[in-house]
Structures are given as structure tokens and as C-alpha cells.
């Protein structure tokens, strides 16, 4: 009996010390955690922050803090030695950790162990999400042309849960230049998106890559976009044709006039209209400039020239150039309708006039014969 009594007293004793600690442990609890980024993707690095706060009057001693977990791990040591949070007080733990298993929703474990012995846990959840930027081509030529420029814009959107950082587009390839060398977007809310517009001048035909880059968290991520870049027809260029067209004989060649009208939907720019081979220029209008040419926009023109007795038909050349200075070339062939040459009046070797010598003389012929009659009569 006296031995029973012993015990009782031993285990109310047991109880009556254990049990502040354990109200003290009690008063522990973590009030929030972050993490940034905050939702990562496969291989991201993130830090985990972790707030624990004191809800009760007394400090309570914390020997160590740790994390643990499985899909995401932490990569930084623990807190060996914390030492003792105040009534009332937070104290914050931090830990470096990576994405290493893939998409999904993962629980790592965050354990506080108590100098008087007991523990917290508490599942921190972490979401891991593949999803990237998409970029997409909002505007670019119908076809490519060698050396000419041409305006490409193209637009940035995340689809992803959180926010990004440092968007920016890069062209890379080779076989053009373009302007400028990379746009920046900046950082993107979710389901939001930016433009940013580039121009492209090709030398060949080629691959560009517009690659985005990205930030989530500290982490570098990348987008790509591939545009082919074959050459074809511009459907929108200046589109000069002539119309309207009359060929007139005239002295040691042919006239030629009309009109050239602008039938495409940019200006043609320096304007100028020529005859080619087998045609050879002669003044006054060896080679007509016109200027601009807006689109439908109309002038006229004038040649000269001249060409061997068995020509019939003559190419007429239009050039001009774009904005950008490229310059083009299109033609017109012109019949010149079987019209006979006006010959070109010869000259004595002297150089005086036949006719001039005609009238010379019958002029001196009518004088000497006035002086004749004027001597008879005296």
C-alpha cells in the first residue's frame, strides 16, 4: 500500500511539471508562409519563408527548425540553434528550395523541435506548373522580298497562375538585319500580354527565331517562335502601268506619250520612264521623270527615239523605288504602229541650203534684170 501511495505522488508530480510546457508549446503556431515564385516550374530554385508566432505570455525555447519533403527539397542546411521566441513575438524561417520531380502539388514538412522536448509540423503546400509564355505573330507581310523592310509585331501572353518578370523578345538567326535587336515587355500579371513590333529586312530566304525570355523568380526561362522567311510577290506594292499610249512619227524617229498610273496600294517613289534596246533615246525626252506616284495616283509622259527600219516594237522601262529606297523595275512593250519616219532634210557641203541657193538666184536673176530695162530706157 505504501508503495502504491509512493507512485500516485511520483505521477502527480510527473504531471504537475509537464503540464506548463506543454501549455507553453501550445501557444506556437505558424501563421503564414510564401513562396517566391509562387508557383514554380520543373528544376526552379525558390525560397520558403515560414512565420511562427508566440501566442502566449512566456517565451518558449526552440532548439532546431527543419524541412523536409519529397518532389520539392530543400537545399539549404537547418536551424540548428534558435533559441527562444517571446510572448507575443514572430520569428521567420527561410529555406532555399528546388523543383525536382515534376509538375504536380507537393506537401514538404516544415518541423520545429522544442528544447523541452515535442514538436510542430506543419505541410506547407507548393505548386509546380510546366505552363510557359505563349508569343504569337499578330502582324506580317503577305510575302518577303529581298532587301525590303517589313514590320512584324508580335504579341507576348501568360497563361500562367502568377506573375512574371523580365519579359523580353529576342530575334535570333542569320541572313537579315532588323530593328530593333530586341523588345522589351516587362513583367506580366496573370492572363495578361504585351506587343512588341520589330523590322525585318531579309538578304535571303531563312528561318528568324523570336525567342522570349522570361523570369519566374530568379529563374531563367525561354520561348521560341519560328517565322520562315520566303521570298514571293508583295501584294500591297506600287504597281506602276501604262496606259494610254500614242506613237507619232516625227523627224529622224518617234514620239511616244501616255499616261502611268500607280495601280498598287504603296507609292512608288523616283519615277522615271525610258526606252530600252533595240530603241535608242534621242532629245529632247531621252528619259522622262515623273516623281511619286501615290497609290492611284496618274501623270503623264513623254519619249523620243529612234530605231532601225526593222523594228516594229519597243520596250518601255518604268523604275522606281519603295520607302526604303529598294528600286524596281517593270516594263511595257509599245508597237510602233508601221508609221513612216519623217526623213531628215540633208544639207549641201557647204552647209547652204539647195532651196536657199534657188532663191538666191532667181532673186539676183530678177535684179539684174530690172537694171537691164532701167539702162534701155535711158
Known amino acids: 500500500m505504501k508503495d502504491l501511495y ?142 525590303r523592310t517589313a514590320g512584324i509585331t508580335l504579341m507576348v501572353g501568360n497563361p500562367r497562375p502568377n506573375t512574371v518578370s523580365g519579359v523580353q523578345v529576342v530575334p535570333e538567326g542569320t541572313g537579315f538585319s532588323v530593328t530593333p535587336t530586341s523588345g522589351f515587355v516587362g513583367g506580366l500579371e496573370p492572363d495578361a500580354s504585351g506587343t512588341v513590333t520589330f523590322n525585318l529586312t531579309p538578304e535571303t530566304e531563312t528561318d528568324v527565331t523570336f525567342r522570349v525570355v522570361w523570369r519566374n523568380g530568379i529563374n531563367t526561362h525561354t520561348t521560341d517562335l519560328v517565322l520562315p522567311v520566303t521570298f514571293g510577290e508583295d501584294k500591297k506594292r506600287a504597281n506602276p502601268v501604262i496606259t494610254n499610249v500614242e506613237v507619232t512619227p516625227i523627224s529622224g524617229g518617234y514620239r511616244i506619250v501616255g499616261d502611268v498610273m500607280n495601280a498598287g496600294l504603296e507609292s512608288a517613289r523616283s519615277v522615271m520612264i525610258a526606252p530600252a534596246s533595240p530603241a535608242i533615246p534621242i532629245d529632247p525626252f531621252r528619259v522622262y521623270v515623273v516623281g511619286t506616284l501615290d497609290p492611284d495616283d496618274i501623270s503623264s509622259f513623254e519619249v523620243t527615239l529612234r530605231v532601225d527600219a526593222a523594228v516594229e516594237d519597243v520596250p518601255l522601262v518604268v523604275d522606281y523605288r519603295d520607302d526604303d529606297g529598294n528600286l524596281y523595275t517593270s516594263t511595257r512593250t509599245v508597237g510602233l504602229g508601221g508609221g513612216t519616219v519623217a526623213p531628215v532634210k540633208e544639207e549641201e557641203s557647204g552647209g547652204f541650203p539647195v532651196l536657199g541657193a534657188v532663191v538666191v538666184l532667181l532673186i539676183a536673176l530678177g535684179v539684174a534684170g530690172a537694171i537691164y530695162h532701167s539702162w534701155k530706157r535711158t
Open 6 to 147: 509512493l507512485f500516485i505522488l511520483a505521477l502527480s508530480a510527473a504531471l504537475a511539471l509537464a503540464s506548463p510546457a506543454a501549455a507553453v508549446t501550445a501557444d506556437i503556431a505558424v501563421v503564414s508562409s510564401s513562396l517566391d515564385p509562387p508557383v514554380m516550374m520543373s528544376g526552379d530554385t525558390g525560397t520558403l519563408t515560414i512565420v511562427v508566432q508566440n501566442n502566449g505570455a512566456d517565451p518558449v525555447a526552440i532548439q532546431s527548425a527543419r524541412l523536409y519533403g519529397k518532389g520539392v527539397v530543400p537545399t539549404t542546411d537547418p536551424y540548428l540553434a534558435v533559441g527562444e521566441i517571446g510572448g507575443g513575438n514572430t520569428r521567420s524561417f527561410t529555406f532555399t528550395v528546388r523543383a525536382d520531380a515534376g509538375e504536380g502539388t507537393f506537401y514538404p514538412t516544415f518541423i520545429l523541435d522544442f528544447r523541452d522536448g515535442g514538436s510542430l509540423r506543419y505541410p506547407v503546400l507548393i505548386q509546380v506548373d510546366d505552363t510557359p509564355l505563349s508569343i504569337s505573330m499578330v502582324k506580317k507581310p503577305d510575302a518577303f522580298s529581298e532587301g
